[in-house]
Each structure stands twice: as C-alpha cells, then as structure tokens.
C-alpha cells in the first residue's frame, strides 16, 4: 500500500463522521494489484478519533466492519450508519501484504 499513499486524493468523509476518517473507493487497477475484490481505501484520518484510537492508519484498506463486506464507498457509510455509540466494532484492515483486525470504539 506504501504506492498507494502516494497518490491519496482528499475524499469524502464518513456520512456520521463517526470514526473520523475519510475513505474512497478503490479503482480497478489498484483491486488488481492488491488481488482484492471489495474494500475502501482509507485517505484521511483525523486525529483522536475513534479509527486513529483502533490503528488505522491512511492506506489502509477496509474490508469488513462487524463481519460485513465493505464493498463500497456507499456500504461503507451505510454500515457506519448502523454502529451505535459506544459499543465496539471489529474491523478487518489490509496493511501491506497483510490483513489484521482493528477493534473501533465509536
């Protein structure tokens, strides 16, 4: 992901600004390099939220939130909607070549 870093576009953050961080969909092209199906790049991550609590860190690709598939920008935000304050989320990243999960605490 560190060629992905490099050319992380400002996008839109997430509907409930919840988790404090912005994501974009990935393009064909980077789907292809990392052999990947489904996810969101993470771009933006503000400080002292709940993702920069859990680890995540710009460059990082979201795969499932709650054992759910992030397919898409439009998932993504949709399964942001559902989290309830408070309660832990789990949260599958890949980093580099690996996958780890992440627990979120909005």
């Keep these: 992901t ?6 992380l576009p400002k996008s839109k953050k ?6 404090g961080m ?4 990935l393009t064909k ?7 990947l199906d489904y996810g969101v790049l ?3 991550i503000q ?3 709940a ?19 992030v397919k898409n920008v439009k998932t993504y935000k949709s399964l942001v909607e559902s989290l309830k304050k408070g309660r832990s989320a789990a949260v599958l990243v890949r980093r580099g070549s690996g996958a780890q999960f992440l627990v979120l605490k909005p």
């Design 14 to 19: 997430d509907s409930s600004g919840l988790l």
């Design 2 to 7: 560190a060629a992905l870093d490099k050319k």
């Design 22 to 25: 912005s994501v974009r969909d």
């Design 47 to 49: 400080a002292n939220s």
């Design 29 to 35: 092209q980077e789907k292809n390099q990392l052999d």
């Design 42 to 44: 993470v771009v933006q």
């Design 51 to 69: 993702a920069a609590k859990a680890g995540i860190i710009r460059g990082d690709v979201l795969l499932l939130l709650n054992s759910k598939k």
